[in-house]
């Protein structure tokens, strides 16, 4: 009988190096798939190491563009920030993925894809729903949720002993047994030490970003263009009269990176609410995708309607717990990235910004066409606005709280 072909989501860690053992063990072909979306991983390395434990094939697919154009830009477009915080840098990677592998597996001719979340975490449901969505057929193998591998390796001690014993090498040690995700967006870490929400991180653990003592002692001006709220446009300092300008999409968000990295830019360390009712803490740095997003917060609350801004807050928040959760192919989400996009329509300019010291500032912004009447507004010229209008409707709004403070006396009796 020959052996079932399983595409594994392989990392070249610690999990789903041992997971690429135990398949074996069970009897099955594993090809290894992996997804180059910007983490900085030796991939010929990791390549090897997964053909020395077993692995029939190794597969590696470079998807950075596709995930800066298709996914990340994309969000900074719609303004996704999950509970106000995190702007979903993992969250976002995962239907990226989903994609590649599901083409890699029907190319195989696999019927099963495996991968390595926790029975725990958020990454096995978006991982999953993404996978249905695409292939209705395809049947998923999560060792993390059979019982004989959840009771064999109760967490990640017990997978670094079995690595040793299979003669796996990986990075992670007993020490410093932490988990991190990584791509062109950002790195998250989590696990070990980490869990305790009241533990200070330790010393070194970010990667992306210098500590603000050890940052540059002068602010970089940065202009960051927009059409239709997609950033297009970087213009930075390159040392000569004139500046930089970068438009291709990868090259911007890794010279953002390489920029919020020097001064501090993009670190939060939060509690955050997994999707399956589990508070769990993070820590998250995400240097140009903080910087992307507060420039274009800006631009937008300069060239949008107010009314318009305010239902687009609502949906941008449900479209964040869309992709937190792991629905970024469902039908609600579909609808409601086609309302976002539509109200980017006069989101076009450009904002300069400083960066410094952990700080992203914005300086000025700029619009060939926005609402924003200067002569409307101004405190010097009438511009067309009669002041005594005000008083009128100063009244009009007034007349409910008059007629609540009548109320409430008339109780106090």
Not at 195 to 218: C, F, H, Q, W
Not at 250 to 273: P, S, W
Request: aromatic content about 10%; some cysteine.
């Amino acid at each position: 009988m020959s052996k079932e072909l399983v595409i594994l989501a392989y990392s070249g860690g610690l999990d789903t190096s041992c997971i690429l053992k135990w398949l074996i063990q069970k009897n099955y072909n594993v090809v290894c798939y992996m997804a180059d979306i910007g983490q900085n991983e030796n991939f010929e390395m990791a390549k090897q190491k997964a053909k020395s434990i077993g692995a029939v094939d190794v597969i590696v697919e470079d998807l950075r563009e596709e995930f800066v154009k298709n996914y990340m830009l994309p969000a900074i477009q719609m303004g996704l920030v999950y509970e106000s915080r995190y702007y979903l840098g993992t969250s976002l990677a995962r239907p990226c993925i989903s994609v590649g592998i599901v083409n890699a597996a029907r190319k195989a001719g696999a019927k099963y894809i495996s991968h390595g979340a926790t029975g725990k975490g958020n990454d096995q449901i978006r991982f999953e729903l993404s996978v249905y969505s695409l292939w209705p057929d395809c049947q998923v193998i999560a060792p993390w949720r059979l019982p004989e591998f959840f009771n064999t390796f109760q967490g990640r001690s017990d997978l670094i002993e079995f690595a040793q014993k299979q003669n796996i090498p990986v990075s992670a040690t007993p020490k410093e047994p932490w988990s991190t995700d990584e791509n062109i967006m950002h790195i998250s870490y989590e696990s070990g030490v980490l869990e305790d929400p009241s533990a200070v991180p330790p010393l070194g653990i970010y990667k992306m970003t210098r500590d603000l003592k050890n940052t540059e002692d002068y602010p970089c001006v940065i202009d960051i263009h927009f059409k239709k709220g997609i950033p297009v446009q970087i213009q930075v300092p390159s040392g000569q009269e004139k500046a930089l300008v970068i438009t291709d999409a990868l090259t911007m968000v890794q010279t953002l990176n390489k920029i919020g990295g020097q001064h501090g830019v993009g670190r939060i360390d939060i509690v955050e609410n997994r999707y399956l009712g589990l508070k769990s803490r993070g820590l998250y740095e995400t240097p140009a995708g903080t910087i992307l997003h507060m420039a274009h917060l800006d631009l937008e609350a300069y060239a949008v309607d107010r009314e318009i801004l305010r239902v687009k807050k609502y949906l941008q928040d449900k479209m964040a717990d869309f992709v937190y959760n792991g629905y970024w192919f469902s039908p609600e989400a579909d609808y409601v990235k086609k309302c976002l996009k539509d109200s980017q329509d006069a989101v076009n300019g450009s904002v300069t910004l400083q960066i410094f010291k952990g700080n992203v500032i914005i300086l000025a912004r700029k619009s060939e066409i926005s609402l924003y009447n200067q002569e409307l507004v101004s405190m010097d010229v009438a511009g067309g606005f009669s002041p005594e209008d005000s008083t009128g409707f100063i009244n009009i709004n007034a007349l409910r709280l008059k007629e609540h403070a009548r109320f409430v006396k008339l109780t106090e009796k």
